[in-house]
């Protein structure tokens, strides 16, 4: 598709089970980014993938976070054991790199933790 | 500390004003900065975004301005129309760290 790509879109999940977050970056964008978004509040860095490089996950909140990215373009985020305060939007976001290059968000996935 | 923040979270206009949305930023290496639009319920959608080297830069409806001297950074709407109704985010960005730092938000909303 011609824009980054997130499903599922929203998600209700009861405490304590795991999710998966899938994105599809813009094809030909090597660097891919989640970011966190709870109410009302300003974006929140969780992790970084830039081609073959290792990512930086400096950001994810918890061991209960990880993030993979399969053969360059597809990347999956996973929340385990998963708490209320993990609900919020997850953003994935592409670039063709990240040196000065904009970077183009989806639409984000919901995640509404019960 | 590396920070972005906003003067105003909310701002209202009529519409057909001229909006100005206004960000400070702290991080004096801060070498590229971004402005996005956020409608409810959507993800953050690429407005216009500026380089240290530029003071200015138009774009359609649209102005970015950029001084270094104060960290500050402006985003102009021309003849603001309900459809810009929506949360402005910036961004910064300093050289060869990747990572955008963003704001929490100004709330705009356009009366008819």
């Known amino acids: 598709g011609a824009g980054v790509s997130q499903s599922p879109s929203n998600k209700v999940t009861e405490k304590g089970k795991d999710v998966e977050l899938r994105c599809d970056p813009i094809?030909?964008?090597?660097?891919l980014y989640w970011y966190r978004q709870s109410l009302g509040q300003g974006l929140e860095f969780l992790i970084y993938f830039q081609g073959n490089s290792a990512p930086d996950k400096s950001g994810l909140p918890s061991d209960r976070f990880s993030a993979e990215r399969t053969g360059g373009s597809v990347s999956t985020l996973t929340i385990q054991r998963t708490q209320q305060e993990d609900s919020a939007v997850y953003l994935c976001?592409?670039?063709?790199?990240?040196?000065?290059?904009?970077?183009?968000f989806g639409e984000g996935s919901w995640l509404t933790v019960v | 500390g590396e920070s972005v923040g906003l003067h105003l979270p909310t701002l209202s206009v009529q519409e057909g004003d001229n909006s100005i949305i206004n960000c400070a930023y702290s991080n004096s290496a801060s070498d590229y900065f971004i402005w996005y639009k956020q409608e409810s319920g959507k993800g953050p959608q690429f407005i216009i975004d500026i380089r240290s080297n530029m003071d200015k830069r138009q774009g359609q409806r649209v102005t970015v301005l950029l001084n270094k001297t104060v960290k500050h950074l402006s985003l102009q709407i021309a003849a603001t129309q309900p459809g810009d109704s929506a949360v402005y985010f910036c961004?910064?960005?300093?050289?060869?760290?990747?990572?955008?730092?963003f704001g929490k938000g100004t709330l705009l909303t356009v009366n008819p």
């Open positions: 976001a592409s670039s063709l790199e990240f040196s000065g290059n904009t970077i183009y």
């Open positions: 961004a910064d960005r300093a050289g060869s760290n990747y990572k955008l730092t």
């Open positions: 094809s030909g964008h090597t660097a």
